[in-house]
């Protein structure tokens, strides 16, 4: 029993980390058909702005909830900066070009915005540990849990139902999946694809951002500490079909639960096992668990 | 004469010219001024911890011998009296962008020598690259023994001994010091968490063999945890670890993955309920300050960074304040290392110019090293394993204390074991020697 409970936590914790960065990614996919490599660089722009302000927080010993409004925040001014930036003045020239070549730009942006935390925030770690180091830790089933990695469980199932009821239930998400699916019948309905690009590209980076503000106060925090995250991400969404919102959440527990199985068990095959669930899934069904159906054009 | 033969004599003239002009300048260089190649991680999760502190030891060093300002026995101005120019490059990359480099820094940048490399990978791909271009490359920081028990090398040193005495001295420490008289009953006792790549499997098992030493009646556990390189999240392997009946956990974790392995488990009270071993986790002491829990034993690969930083050698004194001076940061272990193969390689360009008489070739100055014993910050260092290629140390361990009064970190109850303790006589190889029950071994 007390192996289990600590299984299905640990894997509950890493599924909710992988949700979060993943969902952005898969959104993005989604609605763009872009595969933004530079996604990491929205996880650790969020990562590094989290991580300047609850130090400074931390230092002068503001109130704790000041570290949480800053994690929202740092997350909400990267992939608003960052996703306009890269939208407007980059990717909305290159909507039409060959979907390699975008790939290959977002691939030289996340470079290029590597090199600016460089330059920005040097090379020595940052460790913002305040916030995880107030909630301490929690006894469960005979194991000590950090109780701020828990809070991050907690955090997916907010973010899931905000994504769940923004696209089932307002306006603007019916008007996101009209584009989902059929992107030329949505502007000849007379939806502005421009705009829901650029929002849905900004959104996709806060969401980024958000999992790297988030995470930020339980890691080291130093240049190119993003890249496996977004390789772990791809894992992910492939898994869960590309684009897929709920496959996004299924490909993340799946990968947490399998992992933390093989950790447990079998610690040399942990890194092996994601990747061979990932091939299995691709042999079987090559879309994905979760892909979105394509209209077929005639 | 014809306009076709002008044009071969002029152009034959030109080539000519060019040879001379550039005989020339290398002759008048080598002789004022060489060029060194200094690679560390100046980016990435091990530039902050690791690779800048490197190369900071390294540039302080290489200023201060160019100056003739850095104290004896390395007073004497220059590297067989030129200036050496440093070139520092990021070891970021992984090995074939790291073995490209190399070959561009030689064949391009017609470098005199190379220092430095931190990753056990990327020394096991630049050695056999170093030996084909037949370029001295000091090694600084890499520790997997294969490097030399595997082959031997031709033009690759190195000042830094490998992970064999690390992991043995902690072995030996936990032994010795921690369960003097309290060890009662056999069973389950130690496993570890270290990084899945030559550096962590080798660490790793040198302590397991150790262990099973020194503490015969000790069983290891059967699920060692090895996560990647840079993995960053390590929630689950501390709920495996803690559920591990094992008492002791080893782990040569190095850069940012410590740090972050230290902060997660530090919440979830692991280090209360557990004896850490680190053997080369010291750049956290100082990083995480009174946060950085207390009662870790504490390695630094040699007598160098946390565990020397009171020590009065007087080439320790000038290091540390000089360091603090320039950087405003206490040197790390390091630090240390890239200053010591720098300090190695002056004494063998000197050692070298002054047997010929003249300015030394490469050959001069390797035979000059091989075998060399040199004085570093608070020891003598030997190479005297690996054909005269590889040097062996003493390594220290201590365990970590916060000191209030002092507002810094240190470490208590500090033991030093000699270098004859913890590595096999020359041409042995550690995991027979270690298998044979470590014979000729002298500890005392």
């Known amino acids: ?298 | 004469m014809k306009f076709g033969t002008m044009k071969t004599v002029s152009s034959v003239f030109l080539t000519f010219l060019f040879v001379i002009g550039t005989l020339f300048t290398t002759s008048v260089y080598a002789k004022d001024r060489i060029k060194v190649g200094v690679v560390s991680f100046l980016t990435g999760p091990a530039g902050g911890p690791f690779g800048i502190p490197a190369k900071q030891g390294a540039e302080l060093v290489i200023d201060a011998i160019n100056a003739g300002t850095m104290p004896a026995p390395y007073n004497k101005k220059g590297f067989a009296g030129a200036t050496l120019d440093a070139i520092y490059s990021d070891e970021s990359g992984g090995g074939t962008k790291q073995v490209a480099l190399f070959r561009d820094f030689v064949q391009k940048q017609n470098v005199d020598a190379m220092i430095g490399y931190i990753s056990s990978g990327n020394c096991m791909a630049i050695g056999p690259v170093a030996d084909e271009l037949k370029m001295l490359t000091v090694f600084s920081t890499c520790g997997t023994p294969r490097l030399y028990e595997e082959k031997l090398r031709s033009h690759v040193f190195r000042t830094q001994a490998n992970a064999v005495g690390d992991s043995l001295a902690a072995a030996k420490y936990i032994a010795d010091e921690y369960f003097k008289g309290k060890m009662t009953t056999a069973g389950k006792m130690y496993t570890g968490i270290n990084q899945n790549y030559a550096w962590g499997q080798d660490s790793y098992k040198f302590f397991e063999l150790g262990m099973k030493v020194y503490m015969p009646s000790a069983v290891g556990s059967s699920k060692p945890q090895f996560p990647k390189l840079f993995a960053g999240q390590y929630g689950t392997e501390i709920s495996a670890l803690s559920l591990d009946k094992a008492k002791v956990v080893h782990s040569s974790f190095w850069n940012g993955d410590w740090e972050a392995f230290v902060l997660q488990a530090m919440v979830r009270g692991f280090f209360k309920q557990k004896i850490v071993v680190s053997s080369v986790g010291g750049s956290a002491v100082d990083t995480l300050g009174k946060k950085f829990p207390d009662g870790v034993i504490m390695g630094t690969r040699g007598l160098v960074g946390l565990n020397v930083r009171d020590n009065k050698d007087p080439l320790n004194t000038w290091f540390v304040s000089e360091y603090k001076k320039r950087y405003k940061a206490w040197p790390l272990g390091p630090s240390y290392q890239y200053a010591r193969s720098v300090m190695a390689y002056k004494l063998a360009m000197d050692k070298a110019a002054a047997s010929a008489g003249k300015f030394p070739t490469q050959d001069q100055a390797i035979s000059a090293m091989k075998g060399m014993k040199f004085k570093s910050f608070v020891d003598t260092i030997e190479f005297t394993r690996g054909g005269g290629h590889q040097a062996v140390h003493a390594i220290s361990y201590g365990i970590t204390k916060y000191n209030k009064a002092k507002g810094e970190p240190e470490v208590e109850n500090l033991k030093t074991y000699a270098a004859s303790c913890i590595y096999p006589p020359a041409g042995v190889k550690s995991e027979d020697w270690i298998n044979n029950g470590m014979p000729g071994r002298k500890c005392e």
């Open chain 1, 1 to 298: 029993m007390q192996f289990l409970t600590t299984v299905l936590l640990d894997g509950l914790v890493y599924a909710s980390y992988l949700f979060i960065v993943s969902l952005g990614l898969t959104i993005t996919f989604g609605v763009m058909k872009i595969l933004n490599v530079a996604h990491g660089s929205f996880y650790a722009w969020g990562a590094y702005l989290a991580s300047i302000a609850i130090i400074y927080l931390g230092e002068n010993e503001y109130n704790s909830m000041f570290y949480y409004f800053s994690i929202f925040m740092a997350a909400i001014v990267a992939g608003l900066f960052f996703g306009f930036i890269i939208e407007r003045f980059i990717l909305r020239k290159m909507y039409g070009e060959d979907i390699h070549l975008i790939v290959l730009a977002t691939f030289g942006i996340f470079w290029i915005l590597e090199d600016l935390i460089l330059i920005v925030f040097g090379a020595d770690p940052l460790m913002p540990y305040y916030p995880a180091m107030e909630l301490g830790g929690l006894e469960i089933a005979g194991v000590y849990q950090g109780v701020y990695s828990l809070t991050l469980s907690g955090l997916a199932v907010v973010v899931a139902f905000i994504c769940w009821y923004f696209l089932k239930k307002t306006k603007w998400g019916k008007l996101l999946q009209s584009v989902i699916f059929d992107r030329e019948v949505s502007v000849s309905m007379g939806i502005n694809v421009t705009n829901v690009y650029l929002i849905t590209f900004i959104i996709g980076g806060m969401l980024g951002a958000l999992g790297g503000a988030y995470v930020a106060p339980t890691i080291s925090i130093s240049p190119g500490f993003a890249i496996d995250v977004v390789v772990m991400s791809f894992a992910v969404v492939v898994i869960g079909g590309m684009g897929s919102v709920p496959g996004a959440l299924i490909g993340s527990l799946m990968v947490g639960m399998i992992r933390a199985f093989a950790v447990h068990q079998a610690p040399v095959l942990e890194l092996f096992i994601i990747y061979a669930v990932m091939a299995i899934v691709l042999i079987i069904k090559p879309q994905g668990l979760f892909a979105p159906p394509k209209p077929r054009k005639i």
